[in-house]
């Protein structure tokens, strides 16, 4: 079980980060980017 | 072929572009889906995307005009490389998939192993740091992984343009250039095995970062291993289990495991502490 604390311990902070995120309205700005067709991405540029 | 992870990696496949009417429409997806980041490489300009490509969120935040230090995306990529490490590469990446299938195409030549080839798997983690962090961070707007080699994104624009002809009017030099790049990567893969995966994916390098320690992981026991170099031979992705079973490369596709003659190879989230090869030779 010791071998699983690290990556407990990561997954949490990745718990955390995506909580921090949240409080600061990130997940509003990547569906503003990810709703609209990405010209760059499509080849557009 | 492992029947399991093929059904898994379609699923997964699926549920990443659930938005099948997108296909037939060539609209995008715009529901709330897209707040969140998805675990493998699948363009949000997909018509058939329902999630958020975490390459292109994370470039997203890394370019804007004003720099916002991309938590939420960088949560997502800890969490899943926490728990899963590359086995998003092997199990859930669209991509993945799609240069699977490639490879299952006969072709005259099949190769997997040629010189230069160690070499090139560092260039995944030039790609991460120059087009993904540090040319974004340095111009504005300019997402270089998504503008200049990301071949998925090439196949949502040809997906997309199907359907839009003033999106086929604006396709250009940048368009060639990625066609270009989807076509050796789809000509790569009719000869090597996820050839993107091995030698361009970023996200695969980062979650490479996480093999070592991630909760589903190999274990190699080391008392029942006869040294046989069957998982070595067997490996599409040039791994020795012996020698490194939580390499950064491994993308938990299992061949070892099931090659394995004396079922010295484990893989899962619940092996603990296993023997060290060198351990077992010193003793012996």
């Given at each position: 079980?010791?071998?699983?604390?690290?990556?407990?311990?990561?997954?949490?902070?990745?718990?955390?980060?995506?909580?921090?995120?949240?409080?600061?309205?990130?997940?509003?700005?990547?569906?503003?980017?990810?709703?609209?067709?990405?010209?760059?991405?499509?080849?557009?540029? | 072929?492992?029947?399991?992870?093929?059904?898994?990696?379609?699923?997964?496949?699926?549920?990443?572009?659930?938005?099948?009417?997108?296909?037939?429409?060539?609209?995008?997806?715009?529901?709330?889906?897209?707040?969140?980041?998805?675990?493998?490489?699948?363009?949000?300009?997909?018509?058939?995307?329902?999630?958020?490509c975490p390459i292109g969120s994370l470039q997203g935040f890394l370019s804007g005009l004003k720099?916002?230090?991309?938590?939420?995306?960088?949560?997502?990529?800890?969490?899943?490389?926490?728990?899963?490490?590359?086995?998003?590469?092997?199990?859930?990446?669209?991509?993945?998939?799609?240069?699977?299938?490639?490879?299952?195409?006969?072709?005259?030549?099949?190769?997997?192993?040629?010189?230069?080839?160690?070499?090139?798997?560092?260039?995944?983690?030039?790609?991460?740091?120059?087009?993904?962090?540090?040319?974004?961070?340095?111009?504005?707007?300019?997402?270089?992984?998504?503008?200049?080699?990301?071949?998925?994104?090439?196949?949502?624009?040809?997906?997309?343009?199907?359907?839009?002809?003033?999106?086929?009017?604006?396709?250009?030099?940048?368009?060639?250039?990625?066609?270009?790049?989807?076509?050796?990567?789809?000509?790569?893969?009719?000869?090597?095995?996820?050839?993107?995966?091995?030698?361009?994916?970023?996200?695969?390098?980062?979650?490479?970062?996480?093999?070592?320690?991630?909760?589903?992981?190999?274990?190699?026991?080391?008392?029942?291993?006869?040294?046989?170099?069957?998982?070595?031979?067997?490996?599409?992705?040039?791994?020795?289990?012996?020698?490194?079973?939580?390499?950064?490369?491994?993308?938990?596709?299992?061949?070892?495991?099931?090659?394995?003659?004396?079922?010295?190879?484990?893989?899962?989230?619940?092996?603990?502490?296993?023997?060290?090869?060198?351990?077992?030779?010193?003793?012996?």
């Amino acid at each position: 079980m010791k071998r699983n604390i690290p990556c407990m311990l990561l997954a949490s902070a990745g718990v955390v980060l995506i909580g921090i995120g949240i409080a600061l309205g990130q997940p509003g700005q990547v569906l503003m980017k990810a709703v609209r067709i990405c010209m760059e991405c499509v080849g557009i540029g | 072929m492992d029947k399991r992870r093929f059904s898994i990696q379609a699923v997964s496949a699926l549920l990443h572009n659930a938005n099948l009417k997108g296909f037939l429409t060539g609209k995008i997806y715009q529901g709330a889906g897209k707040n969140i980041c998805v675990p493998g490489l699948n363009c949000y300009s997909c018509p058939g995307a329902v999630g958020a490509c975490p390459i292109g969120s994370l470039q997203g935040f890394l370019s804007g005009l004003k720099f916002r230090f991309p938590y939420y995306v960088l949560g997502f990529l800890i969490f899943f490389g926490a728990l899963l490490g590359r086995a998003v590469c092997g199990f859930l990446c669209p991509f993945g998939f799609f240069q699977e299938l490639l490879h299952k195409i006969p072709f005259p030549i099949k190769k997997n192993s040629f010189a230069g080839d160690r070499q090139l798997r560092w260039v995944k983690y030039a790609v991460l740091l120059l087009m993904v962090v540090i040319l974004p961070l340095c111009f504005a707007l300019t997402p270089f992984f998504c503008k200049y080699l990301c071949p998925a994104g090439t196949l949502s624009g040809i997906l997309l343009a199907v359907h839009d002809s003033m999106l086929r009017a604006q396709l250009g030099g940048i368009f060639l250039w990625k066609a270009f790049v989807l076509a050796v990567v789809i000509v790569g893969c009719l000869i090597v095995f996820r050839p993107f995966c091995k030698y361009l994916c970023p996200l695969g390098a980062i979650y490479g970062f996480f093999n070592r320690i991630a909760l589903y992981r190999m274990d190699l026991d080391a008392d029942r291993c006869v040294s046989c170099g069957k998982c070595k031979k067997v490996c599409q992705m040039g791994v020795d289990p012996v020698r490194e079973c939580n390499s950064a490369e491994c993308i938990r596709c299992g061949d070892c495991v099931r090659n394995c003659p004396v079922n010295a190879i484990h893989m899962g989230i619940k092996y603990g502490q296993a023997k060290k090869h060198s351990e077992k030779t010193t003793a012996l």
